[in-house]
């Protein structure tokens, strides 16, 4: 049953767990909201618990859909390649476009080791998910800890 044939959702007092989320399933309704959420949390937690199973689920994928895999690695791999670090130094600068003040390219990058805050990120200026592409027009250099504050807000 597609999406659109579906019921509205009834609502009981199971809303906002996964029991309400199946509940909702087998009486063939769209999900509410809530239960959407709670169905989510669900599968991360069981996810973050068991990862054996989830490399088993995305490799079961990959060998079913390998022309899916095929045509995100080339999507991929293309956005990888539009600029380089270099290429946004020379157009851009070094200091952060955010605060305007100077990027410390000896600080770690990865979250949350010491320092993180004032090593590089690469901001999209138009966030990727709002449409923005990954191209040297659309990004610049931020603190690390500037362009998290700053998050898909572009």
């Known amino acids: 049953m597609n999406n659109n044939t579906k019921k509205e ?4 007092k199971r809303c906002g767990t996964n029991a309400g989320y199946l509940a909702h399933s087998r ?11 709670a169905h989510s949390q669900s599968i991360k937690k069981y996810d973050k618990e068991n990862p054996e199973s989830v490399k088993r689920r995305v490799s ?3 060998k079913a859909n390998p022309e899916k895999v095929a045509a ?15 290429d946004i130094v ?3 600068g070094t200091d952060c476009h955010i605060c305007n003040d100077p990027i410390d390219f000896s600080a770690p990058r990865k979250v949350g080791k010491e320092g993180w805050q ?26 690390g ?9 572009g």
């Open 72 to 86: 995100y690695n080339l999507t991929y791999q293309m956005r990888l390649k539009s600029y380089s670090f270099d």
């Open 118 to 143: 004032m090593g590089f990120h690469i901001d999209h200026i138009v966030p990727i998910s709002k449409g923005g592409v990954d191209n040297l027009e659309n990004v610049r250099l931020s603190h």
């Open 9 to 12: 959702p009834t609502s009981d």
């Open 27 to 37: 009486r063939g309704e769209n999900y509410c909201d809530d239960c959407r959420v």
């Open 60 to 62: 079961k994928y990959r």
């Open 90 to 92: 020379e157009n851009y």
């Open 145 to 153: 800890i500037c362009n998290l504050k700053k998050s898909n807000n």
